[in-house]
């Protein structure tokens, strides 16, 4: 079956879904009387599902709220445009239908709530039993206590018809044991086998060899904190940061408005006819995790890495853009690659255990999420500046706040460039296309605003990020405030004062600050001070800023 393009709006009384499927033969108005519907046309309400199908077409939606066939309910066949304007009536007048323009949303399959086992056998007839003394009760309960952890299990079960609580475990068995030398990965380690004949690919990006099957997760992590610090360069960074013309022209730029980075992002945002279609061509499946059979995530704490993950690829995105100004080159898929961990090294955060409880963000849990990722934004690209990775965690805080259709639009822009290469598309096969999905259907809106407001207000220390940046700096600021060499000095008149002018200009520029932080607003571009301090914090802040 074909899913045909379709699109939904809503009235107060009604929701109106338009299906593109040419080449209809047999009606032009239809009602909901069976008899009167077309042969090779079928409509179906049942709460809040609705299916349509023509063939070859097929489509199923679940919307928000429950729809009704009454007398309004209607649809209607333009053979010269080739739209289906189908007219369902809501059950509640008034009642607003969130996200309807989210069409991978209402493509979703309904989640199910599965019923109670009932009892296999049914008890007809019972006799009550002769009453226990009062002295039989009190020697059962004190023989109760002397039970094992088991044994009292038992009794519990044998009590509730043997349906005994089943808990999935927060986190990974302390002696578990490996018994498969089967390695996944990707999203909720779904995936395995993409990897097999990577040695016969020209992947640049993949730290892990051809062992990338074959690694756990421990050794996949050592394999890339190995790769960072071979691919650091003290003489490169120090260049860019004494040289920083263009870089300042890269932090300054804005946005245009319809990129998910700009604060004058229009709200709500509509998506475009090619987002619309990337959200019908995704994988259609519910989200469970590969080893447990359940309706939703197998446990917050995978929740709770998803969103690390997301921020992180936000990050990459992020830096893409504002470094090429939205307009992806040949090199776009590289620098998305190599800047995510997920990507390169098949290492998503969380990179240690949640300080907080699950799915409760604090400050420690997005600094170590991050770090990696500002780590290699020092090692890796063309543009190497602690000041670039600020702007691009502020441009990440810009597209969280906005929401989830701004999140989707950076995704589909990155899927855009990873699926347009001939090796790196698989990395949006295995995270990209199932974070789109899972973002649209299944990612809380409070959250992702509320993800963003929680990367607003954390620190990130230069010392952190594991190289001395603070001391390189320092350095490069006293070789930039030398005095010119003889023919600098000839040129200027042999007196140097040319030279104590930049010496003095350097020491005032944006990159020779020596504040003791940066503090970043979500939309403006950062102030002289604050482009690389020496001690290298940086506060996030929401409010936008205009320069």
Not at 338 to 359: I, M
Request: glycine share 4%.
């Amino acid at each position: 079956m074909i899913t045909p393009r379709f699109t939904c709006s809503q009235t107060a009384a009604a929701v109106v879904v338009r299906i593109y499927v040419p080449a209809v033969r047999g009606f032009h108005i239809l009602t909901w009387a069976p008899a009167r519907q077309a042969s090779d046309v079928e409509l179906h309400v049942d709460g809040s599902l609705f299916s349509v199908h023509i063939s070859p077409y097929f489509l199923r939606l679940d919307f928000p709220g429950e729809i009704v066939e009454d007398d309004a309910s209607c649809a209607a066949y333009d053979p010269a445009s080739g739209n289906l304007t189908v007219t369902l009536t809501k059950a509640i007048p008034g009642e607003d239908f969130k996200d309807l323009d989210v069409l991978a949303k209402l493509l979703a399959p309904p989640k199910r709530d599965e019923p109670a086992p009932q009892p296999a056998i049914e008890v007809l007839d019972s006799e009550d039993a002769e009453e226990v003394p009062q002295t039989a009760e009190i020697d059962l309960a004190e023989a109760t206590k002397q039970l094992s952890l088991d044994q009292r299990e038992v009794l519990q079960a044998a009590e509730n018809d043997w349906q005994i609580p089943q808990q999935t475990p927060q986190s990974p068995l302390p002696y578990s044991v490996q018994i498969s030398t089967e390695r996944r990965y990707g999203f909720l380690n779904a995936y395995t086998g993409y990897f097999s004949h990577v040695a016969l690919t020209e992947n640049e990006v993949n730290e892990l060899g051809d062992e990338a099957e074959k690694l756990t997760e421990e050794e996949r992590r050592l394999r890339r904190l190995k790769h960072e610090e071979e691919k650091w360069d003290e003489e490169y960074y120090m260049a860019d940061f004494v040289d920083d013309e263009y870089i300042q022209e890269i932090i300054a730029y804005r946005p245009p408005p319809e990129a998910p980075c700009s604060p004058d992002l229009s709200n709500p945002l509509v998506f475009t006819e090619e987002e619309n279609a990337e959200m019908l061509r995704l994988p259609r499946k519910e989200c469970k995790y590969s080893f447990l059979e359940s309706e939703d995530l197998a446990t917050p704490l995978q929740k709770h890495g998803l969103y690390l993950t997301l921020m992180s690829i936000l990050f990459s995105y992020a830096y893409d853009a504002r470094t090429t100004q939205n307009d992806p080159t040949p090199e776009s898929a590289w620098t998305i690659c190599s800047l995510t961990p997920a990507f390169t090294a098949l290492d998503p955060p969380p990179y240690a255990p949640p300080t907080g409880t699950p799915l409760t963000f604090t400050s420690a849990d997005i600094q170590s999420a991050l770090t990696p990722s500002i780590r290699r934004a020092l090692a890796f690209p063309l543009y190497r500046s602690f000041a670039l990775a600020e702007r691009c965690l502020r441009d990440v805080c810009t597209v969280l706040g906005h929401g989830r259709r701004a999140v989707l639009r950076a995704l589909f822009a990155t899927k855009r460039v990873l699926d347009h290469h001939e090796v790196y598309y698989i990395y949006s096969k295995i995270w990209v296309d199932d974070f789109c999905r899972w973002v649209a259907s299944d990612a809380s809106e409070e959250m992702l605003r509320g993800l963003g407001q929680a990367l607003a207000g954390t620190r990130f220390d230069k010392r952190s990020v594991g190289w001395d940046l603070v001391e390189l700096e320092a350095a490069a600021r006293q070789q930039a405030a030398r005095a010119p060499d003889s023919d600098d000095e000839s040129e200027a008149g042999g007196d140097g004062s040319d030279g104590a002018d930049a010496a003095s200009d350097a020491s005032s520029s944006p990159s020779s600050s020596s504040s003791s932080s940066s503090t970043l607003s979500s939309s403006g571009a950062s102030s002289s001070s604050s482009s690389s301090s020496d001690s290298g914090s940086v506060s996030l802040q929401t409010s936008a800023t205009k320069h």
